[in-house]
C-alpha cells in the first residue's frame, strides 16, 4: 500500500539489533536483505511514480518480498 514502510527494520522492529547483528555477520542472511530492501524499493518507486505496470507483476514483486520476509523473519528467531 502507498505509504506504508516495509524496511525490515520497520517490519521487526523488535529485533532491532538481531537484524543488525546478522547483517553484520552472516553472508546469507544480508544478501537475503539487500534483496529484500530492492524489492521494496522498486515497488514503492512504482506505486509512488504511478508506473504503468501490470496488477500481475505488481502481485509477482509483492509475493516474491512477502517470500524472502518470510524466509528473513525464520532466520531473526532462530
Known amino acids: 500500500m502507498l ?4 524496511e525490515l ?3 521487526f522492529p523488535e529485533h532491532y539489533d538481531r537484524i543488525h547483528d ?3 555477520n552472516d553472508a546469507h542472511f544480508r544478501r537475503l536483505m539487500e534483496e529484500y530492501n530492492e524489492l ?3 515497488i514503492e518507486n512504482l506505486e509512488k511514480q504511478g508506473e504503468p505496470v501490470t496488477d ?3 502481485e ?3 509475493k516474491k518480498r512477502l517470500k524472502l520476509k518470510d524466509e528473513l ?3 531473526l528467531n532462530a
Open 3 to 6: 505509504g506504508e514502510h516495509h
Open 9 to 11: 527494520h520497520h517490519e
Open 22 to 24: 546478522l547483517k553484520m
Open 40 to 42: 521494496t524499493r522498486d
Open 56 to 58: 500481475e507483476h505488481m
Open 60 to 62: 509477482e514483486l509483492k
Open 73 to 75: 523473519a525464520r532466520m
